[in-house]
């Protein structure tokens, strides 16, 4: 860093215009709020408080004489983890070209946030966040589409009100909780995405009306488990359930070998896994597909698990998805992407399943409580392990920082047993036994 002469004898801080010298003047140690002026770059500044927090701003000036006044305005987090310094230089020249045409920017961004609807902040989160699964988006969009863009759609995004959205959700919920919390969802997710995105050195949305309402329908806890007789019956029902294809069985069986939601089974890609024919046969989930997006999930194979899934894959004559969809796709702007067979299809496919089986209140989700649960009474797996199996987070300063073992032996070994015992109890069927009144033959001899 330098020091620069400016008018009157007066000096300021200026820092080189490289992502480097941002870096260190982003990381120093102060006492009291500095400012670093980026060398060769008009109005474009770094402020650097305590708390060590850097900002980029851009410093102009607006009208003449008396009227002339200073305005200073924040583009963005500078430093490790925030804005490169490419991007700020460039958000900060297009501050001053509309400057120099006597244009206000912060006044003209307010100005275009206003005439940004809902509807279309929902389009630029569709067009631009690749964060979020474009299933998820698709599902949200069916939501709004329906229950919200009648009525709110066209308004300014940042001019809709909280208690509007409240009455919208009340609406909802009255003819169904879970759709209320699916709108929740997409209202709550699309503020939130907005608020991170700049557009002209302001953020498309600085308020988000949905935090203070809260999700509308919370679920109550569920315990549901099935016994080892359930289990069996449920295990044997797959193949008897004869409006059930191959592939949706295998996916249900997948999901009860494995302990995997039917979404992340359903969606298994070709190059997820890993030597199928080793003794050590791995299925590796991408952090994208899971619901604690944070990591990835891997999950050793058991025999059985193996098994299904080597024979789905012939069966999906190429595809790159184990479990490809029967129609063509879904259509993404021109192009149509392939599909893998849907999450509702493997929810309506198992009610019907557990209708045959005679079982009452069971869901496909239901199979994650009954492998831990079966492990941990039974002895078989310690509570790291369950977590790794269920791709819980870890607890406490340990499993967060220091932690970071998979387990695989241990989750392996606890898999093969279970899947050992679904096996072995859904081979035991009453039904077969001979009737009381039939007297085994004894052997001669």
């Excluded at 851009?58 to 305005?73: E, I, P």
């Excluded at 789905?312 to 969809?325: D, L, M, Q, R, W």
């Excluded at 239901?366 to 269920?390: F, N, P, Q, Y």
Aim: proline share 3%; aromatic share 6%.
């Amino acid at each position: 860093m330098t020091q620069s002469a400016e008018r009157a004898g007066r000096s300021r801080q200026t820092v080189k215009a490289n992502d480097l010298a941002v870096a260190k003047i982003a990381r120093t140690k102060i006492q009291k709020q500095a400012e670093w002026y980026v060398e060769g770059e008009r109005g474009l500044s770094i402020v650097v408080k305590p708390s060590g927090v850097a900002t980029y701003y851009v410093r102009y000036q607006l009208g003449r004489g008396k009227k002339r006044r200073q305005v200073r305005h924040a583009l963005g987090r500078a430093g490790e983890g925030g804005m490169k310094l490419a991007d700020a230089r460039s958000k900060a020249k297009g501050f001053m070209s509309e400057v120099a045409t006597g244009l206000d920017p912060v006044a003209q961004q307010a100005a275009r946030d206003a005439s940004l609807t809902f509807r279309q902040l929902f389009e630029e989160r569709c067009r631009l966040d690749t964060e979020t699964a474009p299933r998820t988006l698709d599902d949200y969009r069916m939501a709004l589409t329906k229950d919200v863009f009648p009525d709110l759609g066209n308004r300014p995004a940042i001019e809709i009100k909280p208690e509007e959205f409240a009455a919208v959700l009340e609406g909802i919920e009255a003819r169904a909780k879970h759709s209320a919390h699916k709108v929740r969802s997409a209202l709550g997710s699309t503020y939130r995405w907005g608020q991170t995105q700049w557009r002209g050195g302001a953020r498309l949305v600085v308020v988000n009306p949905v935090v203070g309402i809260g999700f509308m329908h919370q679920s109550e806890p569920r315990r549901r488990t099935l016994s080892d007789d359930e289990l069996g019956k449920l295990w044997r029902a797959i193949d008897a359930t004869e409006s059930v294809t191959e592939p949706v069985r295998d996916i249900i069986r997948l999901a009860i070998l494995t302990g995997q939601r039917n979404s992340e089974v359903a969606g298994a890609e070709l190059a997820e896994l890993k030597g199928l024919d080793t003794a050590t046969p791995r299925w590796d989930i991408p952090a994208r597909r899971m619901k604690r997006k944070s990591e990835n999930q891997h999950v050793p194979l058991s025999k059985q698990a193996t098994k299904v899934f080597a024979r789905a894959i012939e069966n999906a004559n190429g595809s790159t998805y184990v479990f490809p969809g029967v129609t063509q796709g879904r259509r993404y702007g021109k192009d149509w992407r392939q599909e893998h067979i849907g999450q509702e299809t493997v929810s309506r496919a198992f009610s019907r399943v557990a209708a045959q089986a005679g079982l009452s209140d069971a869901r496909l989700h239901d199979m994650r409580k009954c492998i831990t649960s079966w492990l941990a009474e039974h002895g078989h797996a310690s509570s790291d392990v369950l977590d790794a199996i269920l791709h819980h987070g870890k607890k406490g300063v340990t499993g967060t920082h220091y932690n970071f073992a998979l387990y695989e032996k241990q989750v392996r070994k606890a898999l093969q047993t279970w899947a050992d015992h679904v096996g072995q109890i859904g081979r035991q069927d009453d039904a077969r036994k001979a009737p009381a009144n039939v007297v085994a033959m004894a052997r001669k001899g």
